[in-house]
């Protein structure tokens, strides 16, 4: 509990003194939302070529391309300490100055950051969600609803826990972008469109490495009434936790790595 | 009462070269940063510790604030292995690095140590009282709504150590705290520095290459040189075993001709002033004053110890640092 109010606490004086620049902060948001603008740009005119993909109408692959921008983004706007800031922190030493406080290490990163530029990709996901669901008729009730939160949030997990590899690789002193972006970004923009209409490699990779599938694309498929490989409703709620286990996981992991780190020093 | 105890503290860091040419893995050479290092430090003592860079100074400290483990050795601060128990451990100890910012950069400071406040879980009275009485010790009343990065080095300093000691730490480590700072600056921090382990009783080990932080601050220094440690005692009897050297600065009346002085006077001129550096123990004083005076009258002289950085760097000399 006392965790979370130090995250609030942190979040909002972050946030306060970034909006000390409102000028800045107002074009760099501006700049975020041409990007994200973009990116849904880009579903609208393959939605505009072929009609469907599989069975998946132009609102289906909208609600799609709406659950990955919120989960990501919301992922990067609150948890930045991990998404941008940490490699940086092992490099400068500043995670030196972390272990010397009586709190967890990923508590203080967290708390370290935050990025309200990516308000601006939130609300094209937002608007992509809406719009998505208006297109495709879904009739809302509380199951779908609480099948949406709870599977943005077990998404954030998931991304969050992605985002940790790098963060572990940095420990090791391992320059390792290019790896870990083919997951954490390369899987934003795959499974901004659902699994199913990949090749079987790529559905192995994000359906049992980096679980977007069961976490993201199974509740949404039972939202808009279309179940993914026909399952039934229930797993809808059940599968998106495979993001909270592969967080946990990542999570054990990067403990070892901070043990390494204190037994190495720098 | 004993308060920190440390036995045979060593650490060795595998360091990684660049890769060679032709070779598909990167050679490692292994540095060993502390040999055994053993001291104990009483509670509420100033302990300075000095060294060349590399000496394992910065080891020394990280080992005891818990960042890193040490490969061999213990240590007890207060009843506590640093390393084995890295929260509990912490959560009493204050750590300024003065070429590293603990504090938020964008941040305001009050903001910070607000932050703070939570992190070390300080209970609102205790923090209101700690945090009115170091920010006017400290001068910082004005500076509380500006951002850490609008600071001078002078300023972030006196907020740096005020963060560290909102929590009422009973053991401050101190790396390098004077470095960058004006004069006035360093005499303010090491006075507060003093009134602070005298009032509170807080535990400091100072590291610094600053020898005056040392000689106004600390009675005790350890000196640590290769991992290991080589000295441990007063500062001025450490001194006086290296203090053989005097400086002196005189002027003649007129243009003479200079006296040739023993081979082993260092003699340099600067304008009209000449400047003879001898070892007062092997050629006395008077021996070299006869000389001078022979060349022709002369106007004015003074005779100075060596300053204490040339002292430390012949210890260093001496060590084979």
């Given amino acids: ?266 | 009462m004993r308060y920190i105890t440390v036995e045979n503290l060593a650490k060795t860091f595998t360091v990684r070269k660049k890769r060679e040419k032709g070779r598909l893995l990167r050679e490692k050479t292994e540095v060993q940063a502390l040999r055994g290092v053993s001291f104990s430090i009483e509670r509420g003592e100033l302990v300075g510790c000095i060294g060349p860079n590399g000496a394992g100074k910065s080891t020394t400290v990280k080992i005891l604030s818990g960042i890193l483990t040490p490969d061999g050795g213990m240590a007890d601060v207060g009843g506590l292995t640093p390393w084995k128990d890295r929260r509990k451990h912490v959560r009493r100890i204050g750590v300024v690095f003065g070429q590293r910012t603990q504090l938020w950069w964008d941040v305001p400071i009050a903001d910070s140590f607000s932050l703070l406040k939570d992190i070390y879980r300080v209970p609102d009275a205790d923090f209101r009282r700690r945090r009115d009485e170091l920010t006017e010790a400290l001068n910082l009343g004005d500076l509380l709504r500006t951002p850490l990065r609008l600071l001078s080095l002078g300023q972030r300093m006196r907020s740096e150590l005020c963060g560290s000691l909102l929590h009422g730490p009973e053991l401050l480590f101190l790396d390098e705290p004077t470095i960058g700072l004006d004069a006035v600056s360093k005499l303010a921090l090491r006075d507060f520095l003093k009134r602070e382990n005298e009032k509170s009783g807080t535990t400091v080990l100072l590291t610094t290459h600053d020898m005056e932080d040392i000689a106004a601050l600390c009675p005790r220094v350890m000196v640590l040189g290769h991992g290991s440690k080589l000295y441990d005692g007063a500062l001025p009897a450490l001194l006086s075993r290296y203090d053989t050297q005097r400086v002196m600065t005189l002027r003649y009346d007129g243009d003479v001709d200079f006296p040739a002085l023993p081979e082993d006077c260092q003699v340099s001129r600067e304008g009209d002033a000449f400047r003879v550096v001898y070892d007062h123990e092997r050629i006395p004083t008077a021996h070299i004053m006869s000389l001078l005076q022979s060349a022709g009258p002369i106007r004015e002289w003074t005779a100075q110890p060596q300053n204490v950085d040339h002292l430390i760097a012949a210890m260093y000399r001496e060590m084979d640092l």
């Fill in chain 1, 1 to 266: 509990m006392d965790t979370l109010k130090l995250y609030w606490k942190s979040m909002g004086i972050l946030m306060k003194s970034q909006l000390q620049y409102p000028a800045s902060f107002v074009m760099q948001t501006i700049a975020q939302l041409v990007m994200e603008g973009g990116e849904l740009l880009a579903v609208i005119l393959i939605v505009d070529r072929f009609d469907s993909l599989n069975q998946w109408m132009p609102g289906d692959l909208y609600f799609f391309f709406g659950m990955m921008s919120v989960t990501f983004y919301l992922t990067e706007f609150l948890g930045r300490g991990v998404t941008g800031a940490f490699p940086s922190m092992v490099r400068s030493g500043q995670l030196d100055t972390l272990l010397l406080r009586p709190r967890g290490v990923l508590t203080q990163v967290l708390c370290s950051a935050i990025d309200p530029r990516r308000v601006a990709c939130i609300a094209v996901g937002t608007a992509a969600l809406i719009l998505g669901s208006k297109m495709a008729g879904v009739e809302w009730t509380l199951l779908k609803a609480l099948a949406l939160s709870e599977s943005i949030l077990l998404g954030v997990m998931l991304v969050l826990g992605l985002f940790l590899i790098e963060a572990v690789l940095c420990i090791h002193s391992v320059k390792s972008v290019e790896l870990t972006n083919a997951l954490t970004y390369g899987g934003r923009s795959a499974c901004q469109y659902p699994i199913d209409i990949f090749p079987r490699p790529l559905r192995v990779l994000f359906t049992v490495v980096a679980p977007f599938a069961l976490t993201l694309h199974v509740p949404a498929a039972y939202i808009l009434g279309k179940p993914l490989y026909g399952w039934p409703a229930w797993t809808a709620f059940v599968t998106p936790l495979a993001g909270a286990a592969a967080f946990w996981i990542l999570y054990a992991v990067f403990q070892k790595a901070m043990k390494f780190y204190r037994s190495t020093g720098n």
